[in-house]
């Protein structure tokens, strides 16, 4: 995809979720399709590239696009949430997450859908169905 295939990708998202077409949310969105994969609030901060486009900012255009499940958050590591375009997958269940313990990249396994745990199961009530893999990624294989 090009830099206006993604820009014209965000407008679509942001319309379809009713949410007005800000800078800030068109470069999130841009940087996460980009990405392919989850990032934390500090790899998003690196990856847009602008001067001005400071933590608070970041936290709150989140904010924004979780609020309408543009986005949501794939998994925590080193005590930092990773967020990713939710198109993938559903409200309750998210695509595995494989973490390379050779070179250390997280890539998203969105082919592959494992069946959704019970619920209630034990008097526990499940809401959300992540799952996080270790391996090798086919580079180090
Ligand atoms: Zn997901
Ligand atoms: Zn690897
Ligand atoms: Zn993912």
Known sequence: MTKSDFDMQARRMLKTAKLYCTES????????????????????????????????????????????????KAFMEKRACHFELAHNCTEHQCHPHLTCSSCGDTHCLTQISLPMAKSPYQGFVIHRQQVRLEGLCPRCA
Request: proline content about 2%; aromatic content about 4%; cysteine-free.
């Open 25 to 72: 949310r068109l470069t999130i969105l841009e940087v996460l399709a980009k990405a392919g994969k989850p990032l934390s609030q500090d790899q998003i901060a690196r990856r847009s590239g602008k001067k001005h486009f400071d933590k608070v900012t970041i936290y709150r255009t989140l904010e924004s696009l979780l609020r309408v499940g543009l986005v949501h």
